[in-house]
């Protein structure tokens, strides 16, 4: 699940890791990483979608929830580090969606988490998958 650094990723954003987001050994939490990796994923929709994160579950009343998540640690982060968070989409399928994630440590470019995470485009209204809107869809691919 490793992916090779600048290997024609999708979006790339930094984010700085406050103190809020740290456990007592000051390390980054475990789940931010997840965290991290979903708030990348909303700010590429929210700077390039054809519709904002909010107005697509607000407005329009689809999402996609994780369905499946799984990540390896590589380095710790620790308060004060700039987070870099790259993504790219693995599969785009019928519902469904596979991004593949990677953390650096900017500061010396050290790997500090690989990811994967499988959504599925849900009709909030019904609760129930749906196909991936054809403006999504090509957004996505």
């Not at 999708?10 to 700085?16: E, L």
């Not at 019928?94 to 599925?120: E, H, P, W």
């Amino acid at each position: 699940m490793d992916l090779p650094k600048n290997l024609g990723l999708t979006y790339t954003t930094t984010r700085p890791v406050r103190f809020a987001d740290v456990d007592a050994a000051g390390w980054l939490y475990y789940p931010r990483f997840f965290e991290f990796c979903h708030n990348a994923f909303e700010d590429w929709v929210n700077e390039k979608g054809p519709v904002s994160y909010a107005q697509m579950v607000t407005k329009e009343r689809w999402g996609f929830p994780a369905v499946k998540a799984c990540g390896d640690y590589k380095a710790p982060l620790k308060h004060g580090d700039i987070a870099e968070i790259s993504f790219k989409i693995e599969h785009i399928g019928k519902a469904s969606l596979i991004t593949a994630y990677q953390i650096i440590r900017q500061s010396d470019q050290t790997l500090s988490f690989t990811g994967q995470i499988t959504t599925v485009c849900v009709d909030l209204k019904a609760a129930k998958s749906m196909p991936i809107p054809d403006a999504m869809r090509e957004f996505l691919g």
